[in-house]
């Protein structure tokens, strides 16, 4: 697991009478505090959505932005794969949360449906 990672599946596996030993083989480093690309996306208005694979990564986009700055990014369709990161999401106050399942293609489809122009 990474440094500081989750107790789940270790307790799950204890409480089933496995022995757990822990080995933190990395670590979860933040990216840089100023995203220039994603603030030129957001002031020209080029951003369509956002997929958010973590709620420690979705932590770390909003962080990344100023408070001014953040609203605009709140506005935008995030697509997350899971349903704590959708809850995540909204403790943030992103407005716009899709939560699809099937991987990859469970994505394309969901930004199909949400972002194809009508017909």
Do not use: K
Request: charged share 20%; net charge positive.
């Amino acid at each position: 697991r990474g440094v500081g990672g989750r107790e789940t599946l270790a307790q799950t596996l204890a409480a089933r009478g496995a022995q757990v030993r822990y080995v933190e083989c990395y670590q979860r480093v933040a990216p840089a505090p100023r995203p220039a690309q994603l603030l030129d996306a957001l002031l020209h208005d080029a951003l369509a959505a956002v997929v958010a694979a973590s709620s420690e990564g979705l932590g770390n986009l909003a962080r990344a932005l100023e408070e001014g700055e953040r609203g605009q990014l709140l506005a935008v369709p995030l697509f997350v794969q899971h349903e704590n990161v959708a809850a995540r999401a909204r403790v943030l106050g992103f407005r716009d949360v899709i939560v699809f399942a099937g991987g990859d293609e469970g994505l394309c489809q969901a930004l199909r449906r949400r972002l194809a122009p009508p017909t």
